[in-house]
């Protein structure tokens, strides 16, 4: 931020500044400056404000800070002094002080907020969505399941080895969409759910998700954890990431002879 500074002096009312000062103004330094040129500057809404602020600063001697807006030519500004007030043995006050143009500061913190808004939208139509498409795809599938099972229930003598088959692949393709929505489901409630940071050991995390889910493929799959470090993490988030890890390793290596993880 630009920083300029000043001297305000409450016997003539008069501001002498540094150069910087005047170019965060937008006067010229051979101009003259008083305290009501000075407050023609600020934003209208501002302007009381201020004036009252400053006042009571030079009538306590507390220090002064305030934020406010001026109009600098077509441009609106955001800036912010802090200053200190001197009171001689006349009694006459002076406020010494800085004025820094935060401008930049503000705007990047308004489109800050709007990206923020912008993605709570966003959030907001992907959890609709999500939860839309998983309730459209499950009726299907449980048409699917449904009418599996009945085949293999009322025909069950009737079918052959590859009858038997197809209808087994079926269901167990059935199952594995049924697990994908799932996980679609708990994927879009990750960016929901608010974080408990809290001391985790990564090792015996994985050992034990690696106990529950080995026997859905298996079990005849071998998991070796080297050292991990100790972490600060939220327990179910981790716990949901290296489960999909873990599923995925046994997925695809559930065709070998022993599956090494």
Do not use: C, W
Not at 38 to 54: G, M, N, T
Request: charge should be negative; hydrophobic fraction near 40%.
């Amino acid at each position: 931020a630009e920083i300029g500074s000043f001297a305000y002096l409450e016997a003539d009312q008069s501001i002498e500044g540094s150069p910087k000062l005047f170019d965060i103004l937008g006067v010229s330094p051979q101009e003259q400056t008083t305290f009501s040129s000075y407050l023609e500057k600020l934003y209208p809404y501002d302007r009381e404000r201020v004036i009252s602020a400053i006042e009571q600063s030079m009538r306590t001697g507390e220090d002064y800070r305030d934020e406010y807006r001026i109009l600098a030519g077509p441009a609106e500004k955001h800036l912010l002094t802090i200053g200190k007030v001197e009171i001689d043995e006349y009694g006459a006050g002076k406020m010494l002080g800085v004025v820094m143009d935060i401008t930049g500061l503000r705007i990047a913190e308004r489109e800050l907020r709007e990206r923020s808004q912008a993605l709570e939208v966003i959030n907001q139509e992907l959890s609709a969505f999500t939860y839309s498409v998983s309730h459209d795809l499950r009726t299907p599938l449980r048409a699917a399941s449904g009418f599996t099972n009945l085949l293999l229930e009322k025909y069950h003598n009737q079918l052959d080895e590859e009858g038997h088959r197809l209808l087994n692949t079926i269901k167990y393709n059935v199952s594995r969409m049924g697990k994908l929505i799932d996980d679609l489901l708990r994927f879009s409630h990750l960016g929901k759910k608010q974080m408990t940071l809290q001391p985790l050991e990564l090792k015996p995390l994985f050992e034990e998700l690696f106990l529950e889910l080995s026997p859905a493929y298996g079990g005849v799959a071998r998991l070796v954890v080297h050292a991990l470090p100790s972490i600060k993490g939220d327990r179910s988030m981790m716990r949901q990431a290296i489960e999909n890890l873990l599923v995925n390793a046994l997925k695809f290596s559930s065709a070998e002879t022993e599956p090494l993880i």
